[in-house]
């Protein structure tokens, strides 16, 4: 019964004093009904040794005349017993009667005869006319129950004395008449009716024969349950071989279990006999209309007993198919059979409760077999599959068997002290989602269980049930929300303390697979209980791993909002302690392009904080680089910098990790320009150039296309377009294809950022760190961009000259050859000599002069020379004479030499940018009366002036004024 008060069973729960299963398993068995003939037939001790005794007084000649009276009465009376009628006119039958001092009304027993002559057969002391007369009996046609039941009786009590011969003669019958009616059990002739079912009567006469035999059992016990396997898998596979079988094998387990030495033998032949057990109970309909599972089970606890004992995978058999034959029964109100009469119709209810009860019975022997808590994780292992299910009066009845077997391991048994099993998390976790379930008698089954649970792990750990968590969630019945929260709090408090690392990951395991249950309160109690444990401060860093492994898994399946949510939270909780194994975790999961893992970057990016430390980590992650002579072919696919290379490059375009990708602009920019350095250094060029860049289906492939991707993401992400399409537009991101104009290509990168003050602070600080770096890639990149930042005007408000000047001077030390002429390059611009400044407008005016001659032999390559001087005095501006340059050069975009154009065009855009502040507003005129030509040279038939036309995108100022109002339209549209 369940109790009235669970909370007053946790605060002084009684013990219940439990029966040993085996021995109430006895009682039951031998108990049954098995209903064979002559199971209840009363004769007096007295009466039968009078008869006995009268038999032994008799020649053997007329026991042989008795025999045969009593054969051919047998034989003759056959199709009477079928209707329950028994004829009085046979004389010789009266006189027997009178002879043996009998009343003759005897003769209406069914099982009278047939037990006289089993009498007979037993105290004749002629081992001929035994079995002469045996085999007359096995001759009687096995048509009827009554037959067949009669001659087992009377082969049982022959067997007590002449166990050999008896056994002879069923094996003779087994080789001939059994073989004749397998073969023509097709044909319907009564000749073969007659021995259609002789397999059926050979197991009831092994059942006898274990019956009455007794003591002598033992050793022929192998050898009957061999026959009885054989008779049952050969014979006909109808309800009467079923019923047959289980009756002998009822004997055959009360004899077994009547011998207290039985426990002295080893048993080959048990499993083949459990495994027609279970095939009978597999067989049986879906309803309750006898006790064959009941008896069924019971036999088969009977048999568990004997030694060896089941195998594991015996045992597992076993369970599934006891637990599955009760548990998928319908309801109890359901199990009523409408088509049997009110009169024929079983108490359903009582055989439901019998046949569970037996079942019950089965779980607690195996657990007194083994009493330890690996038992007590099999056996609920299990019953598992069965709390898991859709239907509410299943889970019940596993609920309650559940509870019924820990009740009686905690109030009986005292289990051995050992290592408890992680699967012990698991299950409780099963139980634990119970809690709300539909059915408030599952509910109130469910806490007791976890209960009990919990005190068995209290009891292997020696600490006292009333812990002082456990004992704040004693009250099960809080029906309060706010109560119902305190008491999910103070269980995720008593789980982390008392349950071990493996067994609390895998408790968090379930939860997490349960996150997709179409059963919306479970699923609902599993996200509260999984947030909970890792909000809760102190999460283990060990069972990260599993966790988002299992969060991982179970993403594609789940598509409510609200389980997004919460698994987003607790990813967020466990990076707020732990971001370091996180990080670790999620990228080792999967590929960086998997769809489901974007879920977990997207989790951490909701705290600004945890946001940067991704970044950060997936940074460090990036630099870790090994050498060639470890870069295996089988080592590439788990390389970590690829890893956060890929994974860098999908945060890129994930809009949670925008602000975060700005902060971090500077840092992540030199990772990727050292890792695709790297990356060609150690050959890894797969995919670099088939990557169709205007084709906005297509994803990069091979790690350098990704990495060469995400350093054009990140300009682009950051609104940073302009810089973006000035490289483009020089063709600058080409070289960064190859190691040799790897250089220029940072160079012209670094170029346009000055130019439109990209990050300029941050990113020269990341680059005076990489110049000083022990790796000559970092140099590289380093002192690239730091000598293009000379020349930015904003370079000398970000960094003192005596920091620049001891990092040059660094440079200057590199092994590496490009490094040392990039620091004497560096040395030697106008930043850090400024008097230089005077000298190169000197020669800039001398340059002025010539380039105004009107036959000046070569303008394209003076245009170049200034161009280049111009870039020099950036940071110190030209001043005055830009207005002189630019207005000469404004009357050479229609010069007919195709390489004057183009130079003019590009010199006109320095000449606009290195001005100065104090003549911008003349630039910007002259900018405007440029604004027309350029546009025309748009569609220049030269292909290197019209890609001179990065000075357009490079002065978006010139935009601001819009051409002339007499350019016709049709001249803006014949452009394009």
Known sequence: MFPVSSSKRSSSRKKVNFPLPRQEQEMELNNLDVGLLGEDLDISPSWEDMVANKINNMLVTEQGLVLDTICHFLEKQSQLWEKQEVSFRDASVLKLLEFLSLDPRKATDKAFFFHLYGMILRECPCVEQVQCHLASLLDLSHQHSIQREGIALAVGLASTKHLEEVWALLDHLGRTKFLRSAASENDQLSDNLRWKWVSSTSLLCYGQIAKHTKKQILPWVDNIASRMVYYYSCGPCDEILKSSFLSAAIL?????????????????????????????????????????????????????????????????????????????????????????????????????????????????????????????????????????????????????????????????????????????????????????????????????????????????????????????????????????????????????????????????????????????????????????????????????????????????????????????????????????????????????????????????????????????????????????????????????????????????????????????????????????????????????????????????????????????????????????????????????????????????????????????????????????????????????????????????????????YSSLNLGLSSRNQTVRAMSLKGLGSTLMHPKKATLLRSKLMELLDNFLQPEFKDPAGLMKIMGHLLHCLGVQGIGIVSLKIAQHLLSLFTDERATVREGAISLFGDVIHYGGKKIRQSLECLASQATVPLLFNMADPCQEVAMAMPFFARHPELLDHPPPLFLPKVSLISIH
């Not at 009740?407 to 012990?424: N, W």
């Open 252 to 804: 055959l387990t009360r004899s077994i279990q009547a011998e207290y030495s039985s426990q002295k033998y080893k048993f080959t032949q048990i499993p083949e006999l459990i495994q027609c057990l279970l095939g009978i109970l597999q067989k049986e309909p879906n309803s309750l209309t006898t006790c064959l599972r009941q008896e069924t089970i019971l036999v088969i606890i009977g048999l568990s007993n004997l030694r060896p004992r089941f195998k594991p995978m015996l045992k597992s058999q076993v369970l599934k198919t006891c637990l599955q034959s009760v548990y998928m029964l319908p309801p109890t109100k359901d199990l009523k059979n409408h088509s049997l009469s009110i009169e024929q119709a079983p108490d359903t209810t009582l055989l439901y409760k019998k046949t569970a009860h037996a079942l019950n019975l089965l779980l607690q022997n195996f657990i007194t077999e083994n009493p330890s808590m690996d038992e007590v994780c099999f056996l609920l292992q299990h019953i598992e599959f069965w709390l898991k299910s859709d239907k509410i009066h299943e889970r019940s009845r596993a609920v309650q068997s559940t509870y019924l077997l820990l009740q009686y391991v905690v109030d009986t048994l005292k289990l051995a002290k050992e290592a408890v099993p992680s699967m012990l998390g698991h299950q409780i976790g099963i139980l634990t989602l119970l809690w709300r379930d539909r059915d408030k008698v599952t509910q109130q089954h469910s806490h007791i269980c976890v209960y009990l649970l919990m005190e068995l792990v209290f009891q292997q750990k020696g600490k006292l049930v009333e812990s002082t968590q456990w004992s704040r969630m004693k009250h099960f019945e809080s029906t309060v929300f706010r109560e119902w929260e305190m008491k999910l709090y103070h269980l995720v408090k008593v789980f982390k303390e008392d349950l071990t690392v493996a067994q609390h990951t895998q408790l968090l395991l379930t939860l997490v697979h349960s996150l997709d249950s179409c059963n919306h309160l479970r699923c609902d109690l599993a996200g509260k209980l999984l947030l909970m444990i890792c909000v809760e401060p102190g999460f283990r860093k060990e069972q990260i791993a599993e966790l988002l492994q299992g969060l991982f898994q179970e993403l594609p399946n789940i598509h409510s909002k609200s389980v997004q949510q919460t698994i987003s939270q607790a990813t967020l909780a466990l990076g707020t302690q732990h971001i370091q194994e996180v990080v670790e975790v999620i990228l080792s999961l999967c590929q960086p392009s998997e769809r489901w893992i974007l879920p977990l970057w997207k989790a951490l990016a909701a705290n600004y904080h945890v946001a940067r430390e991704v970044i950060t980590l997936l940074y460090i992650k990036l630099k870790l680089r090994p050498p060639r002579r470890l870069l295996q072919s089988t080592y590439r696919a788990r390389l970590v910098s690829l890893t956060a290379l890929g994974t860098i490059y999908e945060l890129l375009y994930t809009k949670e990790y925008r602000e975060t990708v700005c902060w971090a602009f500077a840092g992540i920019l030199l990772g990727l320009l050292t890792e695709l350095y790297y990356l060609l250094e150690m050959g890894l060029v797969q995919g670099m150039f088939d990557y169709q860049e205007d084709d906005l289906g297509s994803k990069p492939h091979g790690p350098c296309r990704i990495c060469m991707e995400a350093l054009k993401g990140l300009f682009w992400t950051n609104q940073y377009w302009e810089v973006f399409a000035d490289v483009k537009l020089i063709q600058g991101w080409e070289l960064f294809g190859q190691l040799e104009t790897f250089p220029k290509g940072v160079t012209l990168l670094a170029r346009a950022m000055a130019h439109y003050n990209c990050e300029i602070k941050a990113v020269l600080g990341q680059a005076l760190i990489s110049l000083k770096s022990t790796e000559e890639r970092d140099n590289i990149v380093g002192i690239c961009i730091i000598t293009e930042f000379l020349n930015s005007p904003d370079a000398s408000q970000h960094i003192s000259w005596k920091t620049m």
